[in-house]
């Protein structure tokens, strides 16, 4: 049976509104808020029957990004009674000025169209908002301190936690200064098109005042998912939020993940459980990072950091993977799967390790930390985390890269003094044996500055692969 085509677009419509777009919008043509069902209605007498309808073409909506003012930000209440007034008031209407110039008939601002009393809402909303961003016709900056593009450095909207997203989900982009005047004569400073230098300079002052490459402010949304955990983390250390559960919150859609909003759980316990989250996409560059662990105990796993800061300096570390590395957190710490090649160690010291691969003697680690109360009589090992499986369906080899990246893990030795050799004659009836010389607990994550090394064997191209018997992966808990 044939597909009625405007049947399908109706559908097609009605999903996307009361789905991808925000709860509440303002009507700019008398700054009323009004809900999805009367966007529906506005705009749903136009759906046609083309086959490449697309709904965000069709309900177009601004989006204001900005830094929030410390106080007189007009709310819901406000806005839903009519008194919203002050600078709040005035910003908010120099927004919708300019939105009015985009050809669109609703706006949407953080401050006034989330009914933060509602927690159900707020939830939806705070999970929803890169998918807003991305979703708009376009995304208006207001930099309250910048009247220049060389002003931006010092602006603070570049070094909040929620205008990371608002930065890079939107197609388009328009930076206005203080006095709402425009910062270059682009329609899209994201695709800048006319007067290259003026629109380059703006990518050029941005990437110094984020970190983060042009080509990745200038392209679309869609190419951050493809950049590792650690670089995409290392964009948003630094930045500062007021409530501290939303330096995790506000990366949920740079990761695509989603998170129940638990406010006053803490910042340590926010973050894990979006590490937690990203580490389900297999992606081992997650365990790239440096520095302190977060506080609460985690299973007592070592492999969690404490925040997007924690890989800061570590992204420079490069290497490929194919295959996702499988984690999972585990009352006995973080389950992975590492390829392991055995270590003896050549030299110490109170914060130099220098290890050497014993299959692969070419092969040395030189691995940095406080080892001042390290173990005498240690065993170490390379656990591999960007090696591929590679099988025909009658066996499985392990591909090793020639650029690896893994994790330098130590067991320590297990204490066997205080055992008593008896002879069968002291006590009748028991069958004796003799204590092993050393028993080995099980490996565990060596307190090294970086968590991951990045090593390079002799003689292998880097892309390149060698293989290996299966018999070298081992599931470890860390």
């Known amino acids: 049976m044939p597909i009625d085509s405007k049947e399908h677009n109706l559908d097609k419509f009605d999903n996307y509104v009361m789905n991808d777009i925000p709860i509440r919008l303002i009507r700019l043509s008398d700054m009323k808020l009004v809900g999805r069902n009367e966007v529906r209605s506005t705009f749903r007498g136009s759906v046609d029957t083309n086959i490449y309808f697309y709904p965000s073409e069709l309900v177009k909506y601004a989006i204001l990004s900005h830094r929030w003012m410390d106080e007189g930000e007009p709310t819901y209440e406000e806005m839903k009674a009519g008194t919203a007034a002050g600078p709040g008031r005035e910003k908010l209407e120099g927004f919708c000025r300019k939105a009015k110039e985009y050809n669109v008939e609703f706006a949407w601002s953080d401050t006034?169209?989330?009914?933060?009393?509602?927690?159900?809402?707020l939830d939806e909303s705070i999970r929803s908002m890169f998918r807003w961003y991305e979703n708009s016709h376009i995304c208006i900056v207001h930099l309250a301190q910048s009247k220049a593009i060389e002003d931006i450095t010092n602006d603070e909207w570049t070094k909040r936690g929620w205008t990371l997203q608002e930065l890079l989900a939107p197609h388009k982009i328009k930076f206005f200064n203080k006095y709402w005047m425009p910062?270059?004569?682009?329609?899209?400073d994201k695709a800048p098109r006319t007067e290259p230098d003026a629109s380059s300079s703006i990518l050029?002052?941005?990437?110094t005042a984020t970190g983060i490459p042009r080509d990745i402010l200038a392209s679309?949304?869609?190419?951050?998912?493809?950049?590792?955990?650690?670089?995409?983390?290392?964009?948003a250390a630094g930045r500062k939020t007021t409530r501290v559960e939303d330096a995790a919150y506000s990366l949920m859609g740079i990761f695509h993940v989603s998170l129940q909003i638990a406010y006053g759980e803490g910042r340590d316990r926010a973050f894990c459980r979006l590490i937690e989250a990203i580490m389900q996409a297999g992606d081992p560059s997650v365990l790239n990072w440096r520095g302190e662990m977060p506080a609460l105990h985690n299973g007592g796993s070592r492999a969690f950091p404490r925040s997007p800061s924690s890989f800061l300096g570590c992204e420079d570390q490069k290497f490929d993977f194919h295959q996702p590395l499988e984690m999972t957190k585990t009352s006995l710490g973080l389950r992975i799967p590492l390829v392991i090649l055995p270590l003896h160690l050549t030299s110490s010291s109170a914060d130099r390790l220098v290890l050497q691969c014993s299959f692969y003697p070419d092969l040395s680690i030189t691995v940095s930390g406080d080892f001042s109360c390290h173990l005498g009589g240690c065993q170490y090992a390379f656990g591999i985390v960007n090696y591929s499986i590679i099988g025909d369906g009658t066996c499985?080899?392990?591909?090793?890269?020639?650029?690896s990246a893994g994790m330098v893990?130590?067991?320590?030795?297990?204490?066997?003094?205080?055992?008593?050799t008896l002879s069968s004659t002291d006590i009748s009836g028991l069958h004796f044996?003799?204590?092993?010389?050393?028993?080995?607990?099980?490996?565990?994550?060596?307190d090294s500055d970086r968590r991951l090394a990045v090593v390079d064997f002799p003689n292998r191209r880097s892309r390149s692969y060698f293989c290996i018997h299966r018999e070298y992966l081992q599931t470890i808990y860390i």
């Open 204 to 207: 050029r002052v941005l990437e």
């Open 396 to 403: 499985e080899v392990l591909g090793i890269r020639g650029r």
């Open 112 to 121: 006034c169209c989330i009914d933060k009393s509602s927690s159900t809402e």
């Open 433 to 446: 044996t003799s204590p092993p010389k050393l028993t080995l607990s099980g490996l565990k994550l060596l």
């Open 220 to 235: 679309d949304h869609g190419c951050i998912h493809w950049k590792r955990v650690d670089e995409r983390m290392a964009w």
């Open 409 to 420: 893990l130590f067991r320590e030795p297990t204490d066997s003094h205080g055992y008593q």
């Open 183 to 188: 910062m270059t004569v682009d329609p899209n």
